[in-house]
């Protein structure tokens, strides 16, 4: 175990702690005024995360949640509940994006404004279960625990990013979309202090909220997909930068 001796709930703080601050860190070069600059990053950063994203809900979150309860005892029921976890979680996004059309329906910049608001919305859910993982992963033997902590904060730099562009997209100056993604990695870290505490008791819920999670992140990513599709962007499967956020994620994964 990590740390040895030391108390789960101090272990899943600096685990969460590590988690929340690599999404803060990585929402800094918002603050960068230089516009040429923020916008090479945005644009290199849009490709990647969606394709980081899009490998980590299927199998950071989804695979594993599975994985999780196919060797449990009460198999069948437990796939049965990470199944219903998962399409519940398909089915929040959708509903909110239903609501956030009916609040904006009046805004000529309603689409856009949408599309950041579900992202953020989502980065909210997936934070929490990624926190849990953490903290969890701190309570681990070995150097199974860094290497998962390190693939959850490698992957919390981008995600940090363009969470606070969606903050930029929705209106918000630079500083605030700064704090608004730091409040996402507070998420994080709440949910690390939770794994950590109850890491021995998880194995029952964990895989619920991993299933749930990357329900709503495959949705807002594959509805993403869907649209640079449908206007005939179909380069945009084979770019360099979105299918190396796809290969990133199974390498950690495999580490």
Request: hydrophobic share 50%; no cysteine; glycine share 12%.
């Amino acid at each position: 175990m990590v740390g040895g001796k030391m108390s789960g709930l101090l272990l899943g703080l600096i685990g969460g702690g590590v988690s929340g601050l690599a999404t803060t860190l990585g929402g800094a070069p918002i603050l960068i005024k230089d516009s040429k600059i923020g916008k090479i990053l945005k644009n290199i950063n849009m490709d990647f995360v969606t394709g980081l994203m899009l490998s980590a809900a299927a199998f950071s979150l989804i695979w594993p949640a599975y994985e999780r309860v196919y060797f449990s005892a009460e198999r069948s029921f437990q796939l049965l509940i990470v199944s219903f976890a998962l399409v519940g979680g398909v089915i929040f996004i959708k509903s909110v994006g239903k609501f956030l059309e009916y609040l904006l329906r009046h805004n000529e910049n309603a689409r856009e404004n949408k599309k950041a608001m579900l992202f953020v919305i989502a980065m909210m859910v997936h934070n929490f279960p990624e926190g849990l993982a953490s903290g969890a992963s701190m309570t681990l033997p070995g150097s199974q625990g860094v290497s998962l902590l390190s693939a959850i904060a490698m992957q919390n730099v981008p995600e940090g990013f363009t969470t606070a562009l969606s903050f930029i997209t929705l209106g918000v100056n630079p500083v605030m979309a700064f704090f608004g993604n730091m409040l996402t990695g507070v998420v994080e870290l709440v949910g690390g202090i939770i794994g950590g505490y109850m890491s021995s008791q998880i194995d029952g819920v964990l895989p619920i909220l991993m299933a749930f999670a990357g329900g709503a992140m495959m949705s807002v990513v594959l509805g993403e997909l869907a649209d640079k599709l449908k206007e005939g962007s179909y380069r945009f499967l084979m770019k360099p930068s979105f299918l190396s956020g796809m290969a990133l994620v199974i390498i950690f994964n495999n580490l």
